[in-house]
């Protein structure tokens, strides 16, 4: 798989965590008849940081994957282009 391909798949996973932990708090919090941000958020810690953390380590990962293809396509066209213009040099410099 291209390192493209799987850096949009974690960003995408990333996003569907992060929407799991609001989710989840939402359905916990199904049954109750009034609602207020103080009885969300508790609901929010009863599900815990392990959604939020999984999601930002997705979204570090998708973003440091993105970044290397981009840059390892940058790269290996420099590489090739200094390698084509040091043997176009060597083969001036041997006439």
């Keep these: ?21 609001y989710l989840s708090a939402a359905i916990f919090g199904s049954g109750v008849s009034s ?8 609901m929010l810690e009863y599900v815990g940081d392990g959604p939020l953390i999984m999601s930002w380590i997705a979204l570090i990962a998708g973003i440091g994957y993105l970044f ?6 940058f790269l290996v066209k420099n590489v090739k282009e200094i390698k084509e213009n040091w043997n176009a040099s060597d083969s001036q410099n041997d006439k």
Excluded at 36 to 42: I, P
Excluded at 68 to 73: D, L, M, V
């Design 68 to 73: 290397f293809a981009e840059f390892e396509t």
């Design 35 to 42: 609602w207020d941000s103080q009885l969300f958020n508790a």
């Design 1 to 21: 798989m291209q390192r493209r391909t799987v850096g949009v798949i974690l960003l995408c996973i990333s996003a569907f965590l992060y929407g799991v932990r």
